[in-house]
């Protein structure tokens, strides 16, 4: 009788022990990093990275729930590969590596090779100068190349490297050397995130110089050496607008009474044409408008007043109130 009432206690027992008690499969989420000390980060980046693995393990439910919230795994880079690849993984604690099924768990990682090169430095400005009187002459870095690193593909996009001064925070009164951080941008001035720039800032030199003055100064038709067609002469021609507005350095502005107008060619004209004349350049000035409208009065020769040579520069014609030479 004891050894039946024995036997009946057991099977009572696990009758009723609590499911909590009993051991099954469990799949684990299980917290993911790199034990950095196996990664060589100078020769690849890693583009795609799990944030946790799963692994079985038979266990109870209550094993389960510490193990939730404690275990981690480091994943070992040592053998890194440019793509897709498996890579070992170590579970911790010990206890918790001793419990699950699979011994040699691993994770996906996707690495992607770290390239080098240089790109030029790029300045621009941003905001207003405090003295309206006062213009950014040139903004100069110290270094016209840096160096920048990152995965492949997106070193690839760069262009260079954007410094931007900030005209609003400057003395525009004195030069001065102010030290910017470099981003590395792409064809559309967008910045690469991934992309690092070696050194990160530039020491940037801006300078200053009077804002442009402005004057009236006439305009010089300009004609080439060749003549019209036989049968064919220029009586006179006129020049329109005949003065236009110079801007620049009160300096550069004193040297300039007069500008002419790219050389016009005549050869081919045979009768009265108005035709559209640039400016011609001059350095550091700038001209509204900078092209003039030039209206050359051709006549059949033998009419009076009318000569196949081209007007002399600086001439004048009575009836056109142009430039001009007649006969």
């Excluded at 559309?188 to 720039?197: C, G, K, P, S």
């Excluded at 004209?269 to 009065?297: D, M």
Aim: hydrophobic content about 40%; overall charge neutral.
């Amino acid at each position: 009788m004891a050894i039946l009432s024995l036997m009946m206690s057991v099977l009572l027992y696990f009758l009723v022990l609590p499911t909590w008690m009993s051991k099954r499969s469990h799949k684990i989420p299980v917290r993911l990093t790199i034990d950095l000390r196996t990664f060589p980060s100078k020769q690849f980046y890693i583009d795609k990275q799990p944030s946790t693995i799963s692994v079985a393990a038979n266990i109870t439910d209550q094993e389960y729930d510490q193990w939730t919230g404690t275990a981690y795994a480091e994943a070992d880079l040592s053998n890194a590969q440019a793509g897709v690849h498996d890579y070992p993984v170590s579970l911790y604690p010990p206890k918790f590596r001793n419990q699950v099924d699979d011994a040699n768990p691993q994770a996906t990682f996707t690495l992607e090779a770290v390239k080098t090169r240089d790109v030029p430095v790029s300045v621009i400005s941003s905001g207003k100068l405090n003295d309206p009187s006062e213009i950014v002459d040139s903004l100069k870095p110290e270094a016209r190349k840096v160096t920048i690193e990152g995965p492949a593909s997106d070193v690839g996009q760069v262009v260079s490297a954007r410094a931007t001064m900030r005209l609003d925070m400057l003395d525009p009164h004195a030069i001065q050397a102010v030290p910017l951080t470099l981003e590395p941008i792409d064809v559309n001035d967008q910045v690469i995130d991934r992309v690092d720039v070696h050194p990160a800032h530039v020491m940037v030199t801006a300078k200053f110089s009077m804002a442009p003055q402005q004057k009236q100064v006439f305009v010089r038709a300009d004609f080439g050496v060749g003549i019209l067609p036989s049968g064919f002469a220029v009586k006179g021609y006129s020049v329109l607008p005949q003065v236009v507005t110079a801007s620049g350095t009160s300096e550069v502005l004193s040297r300039i009474a007069k500008v002419g107008t790219e050389i016009i060619d005549i050869s081919k004209l045979t009768a009265t044409q108005t035709i559209s004349v640039p400016l011609k350049r001059v350095p550091g000035v700038t001209f509204t408008p900078n092209v003039v409208q030039v209206n050359i009065v051709v006549e059949a020769a033998g009419v009076t007043g009318a000569t196949s040579k081209p007007p002399a520069v600086g001439g004048t014609t009575s009836k056109t109130g142009g430039t001009g030479n007649h006969r």
